[in-house]
């Protein structure tokens, strides 16, 4: 994914950065700190190696998340919020979250069982 060139908005900039189904919940199961591409894989129901790989490899572009590559066999590669960008990033992502479960509890949506995102934020 790309960023134009021209914007009428800053928000229409983090809004390129951060849309579809993955990037912010991707960015959530990060904020604890650095994970394997497995662990992710298992932390985030239903989405596939291949879109995780993808969604990484634009959050490594925009500067929000990087990676630890370390020696050996087999290859182990550990993935984390940037510090700069990431982590505030992260704060938004945070508020944005707790108004999602807002919404659901005023309106009566059922969920089938807490999100691991939700899990693990009530755990904090």
């Known amino acids: 994914m790309n960023i134009r060139s021209d914007y009428t908005c800053p928000?229409?900039?983090v809004h390129d950065i951060i849309?579809?189904?993955w990037k912010t919940i991707i960015m959530f199961?990060?904020?604890k700190g650095n994970l394997t591409l497995s662990e992710?894989?298992?932390g985030i129901e239903g989405i596939t190696q291949k879109m995780l790989l993808q969604q990484l490899n634009e959050l490594q572009k925009f500067g929000l998340v990087s990676k630890?590559?370390?020696p050996g066999y087999p290859l182990h590669v550990e993935y984390f919020l940037t510090e700069r960008k990431g982590r505030r990033m992260l704060e938004a992502i945070q508020i944005m979250q707790e108004i999602?479960?807002?919404y659901m509890d005023e309106h009566g949506m059922a969920r089938k069982n807490k999100t691991h995102?939700?899990?693990r934020s009530s755990a904090e």
Request: charged share 35%.
């Open 29 to 31: 199961q990060l904020r």
């Open 40 to 42: 992710l894989e298992h």
């Open 11 to 13: 928000l229409e900039i």
């Open 19 to 21: 849309k579809g189904k």
């Open 68 to 70: 630890n590559v370390f």
């Open 100 to 102: 999602g479960i807002e």
């Open 117 to 119: 995102t939700e899990t």
